[in-house]
T-cell receptor, first 110, second 113 residues
């Protein structure tokens, strides 16, 4: 089955700096890669996703890159704000189910 | 607004006392999922339904069962809850499966005393 590794597990940045979270996956058949943000006690919410026919996608301060050859994808958050503080999960899917990474706890220090 | 609804939001049960968690959706999605999420961990898939076709994850304990009586509703039954089953239970839906966004409900926080 699919295996997704996510790094780092915790990340602290100063407000206004950039944050980068990286994931690798094992199943070359995976073709959908979402990123979820989860605040404490709340549901995971999709913040951006990318499909395998695209190498990069951007939405305002958030961008995701995908390298299918190397089987890794990354989340980039620019101009971080305190409200970006949360746990971020990457995931990979090739069929019905998502396989999640273990999560990155991002803290943005004002 | 179309959404995924879970009831109750908080559930307290006694060790060994059966409990049922419910999920409903107004998105008319074909796929419904149940996840278990423990503190500081990723969501762990327990089951999913594609329409009425049930799919059980290999490592989901027999203590957990699920029902989907119609498109809109899905239930998670825990037959004999143990202390280790205390967790957030998340229901999610997806239009047709892996290539589409999964929409999560707000979750049910289960406490076992």
């Amino acid at each position: 089955g699919e295996n997704v590794e996510q790094h780092p597990s915790t990340l602290s940045v100063q407000e206004g700096d950039s944050a980068v979270i990286k994931c690798t996956y094992s199943d070359s058949a995976s073709n959908y890669f979402p990123w979820y943000k989860q605040e404490l006690g709340k549901r995971p919410q999709l913040i951006i996703d990318i499909r395998s026919n695209v190498g990069e996608k951007k939405d305002q301060r958030i961008a995701v890159t995908l390298n299918k050859t190397a089987k890794h994808f990354s989340l980039h958050i620019t101009e971080t704000q305190p409200e970006d503080s949360a746990v971020y999960f990457c995931a990979a899917s090739g069929s019905y189910q998502l396989t999640f990474g273990k999560g990155t706890k991002l803290s943005v220090i004002p | 607004d179309a959404m995924v609804i879970q009831n109750p939001r908080y559930q307290v049960t006694q060790f060994g006392k059966p409990v049922t968690l419910s999920c409903s959706q107004t998105l008319n999605h074909n796929v419904m999922y149940w996840y278990q999420q423990k503190s500081s961990q990723a969501p762990k898939l327990l089951f999913h339904y594609y329409d009425k076709d049930f799919n059980n994850e290999a490592d989901t304990p027999d203590n957990f069962q699920s029902r989907r009586p119609n498109t809109s509703f899905c239930f998670l039954d825990i037959r004999s809850p143990g202390l280790g089953d205390a967790a957030m239970y998340l229901c999610a839906t997806s239009l047709t499966g892996g290539h589409y966004e999964q929409y999560f409900g707000p979750g049910t926080r289960l406490t076992v005393t």
